[in-house]
């Protein structure tokens, strides 16, 4: 882990605490605003069992031996690594909100592959790798229907998926799968194997499980797309139907009809700016107090303007 917060951290300004809830996933409107505004959206989640006494004994030790450092508000950053190559165990595939978990990505990958390679082998009589019922359920319906009557196609596509990924990523994903008479090498064996530390490896499986997943996904023809529900939204329900209704009506009158605070409004519309596909800016019909006439809502304008132009300016990034 110490490497990995360090090239994580490289030019970034984030509360330590608030970091760790990034990293476990805890949903609060200023875990997001921080993540968001760090370019820390796609790691969300992506340590959701992280020991916090772990993570803090790391952050010390880092910052005793001056890795990383504190500014003089309190905020943790490291040195900028920029036009430095990341690492070949860096994940570059997870997407956080947007991406179910990957450790259910992974334990539907790993049964799916073992029901296959022993039915393929013909040896029925197994014990699941995965205890979760669950999954079991849903990865024998995937069966069912992608592979059961013919399973030379999914065989087929996932090698093609597989292979669309680095080497160093084909070899995690594929060592660390279970099938007939084949047993899966273990973190620490795959650690030894590139040099790296048991946990950059997990990191390395889990972003083959995610680049799989996307890949998948992207392909409706691909029998793997089956396998997986959809990507979630990152917008919740709630924001969403708040949003529905300021097209046509003022903030006030959303929070009369929702039942809701006023402050909770604007909370969705800065998760919507933030997380959602459209580019928000404040809007005559919301009704808000004159700029200068509520110091709460100044300054739920200056995080909207500047969530617009963090988005526009990653747009253009793209273009």
């Known amino acids: 882990m110490p490497t990995f917060l360090q090239w994580l ?25 921080a993540a968001f505004s760090n370019d ?6 992506l340590l959701p069992h992280l020991a916090r006494p772990a993570y803090e004994r790391v952050v010390d030790r880092l910052v005793r031996a001056s890795a990383l450092t504190f500014t003089a508000d309190g905020m943790l950053t490291a040195p900028s690594r920029a036009g ?21 990505l992974g334990d539907d990958l790993t049964l799916a592959v073992q029901l296959l390679s ?9 014990a699941p790798v995965t205890p979760h019922l669950l999954i079991q359920v849903r990865v024998k319906a995937w069966y069912r229907q992608a592979a059961a009557a013919d399973d030379a196609p999914a065989i087929a596509a996932l090698t ?15 060592n660390r799968l279970v099938g007939a008479d084949v047993d899966a090498a273990s973190w620490d064996t795959l650690a030894a194997h590139f040099g790296w530390t ?7 499986w889990a972003d083959a499980v995610a680049a ?4 998948a996904m992207a392909d409706p023809e691909s029998p793997w797309a089956s396998l997986w529900p959809p990507a979630p939204t990152a917008v919740t329900a709630s924001a969403q139907e708040t949003m529905r209704l300021l ?22 519309v800065l998760e919507a700016a933030m997380l959602g596909s459209d580019l928000v800016t404040v809007r005559p019909g919301w009704q808000l107090p004159e700029p200068g006439s509520d110091h709460v809502v100044d300054f739920f304008r200056d995080r909207l303007t500047a969530i617009a132009a963090q988005r526009q300016k990653g747009r253009r990034g793209r273009d």
């Open 198 to 204: 048991p946990f950059q490896v997990q990191l390395a």
């Open 84 to 104: 430095q190559a990341l690492p070949a165990w860096w994940p570059t595939h997870v997407a956080g909100l947007v991406m179910p978990s990957y450790r259910e």
């Open 9 to 33: 951290l490289a030019g970034r300004h984030v509360r330590p605490v608030t970091l760790y809830h990034i990293l476990r996933g805890k949903r609060t409107f200023s875990n997001l605003y």
């Open 212 to 215: 799989v997943y996307q890949y």
């Open 160 to 174: 093609a998926l597989v292979s669309r990924l680095s080497p160093s990523a084909a070899t995690v994903l594929t």
């Open 40 to 45: 820390l959206l796609p790691f969300w989640g």
């Open 118 to 126: 022993q039915l393929h082998h013909g040896a029925p009589h197994f």
């Open 247 to 268: 097209q046509h009506q003022s903030v006030a009158a959303t929070a009369a009809q929702r039942r809701l605070a006023e402050s909770t409004i604007r909370e969705h």
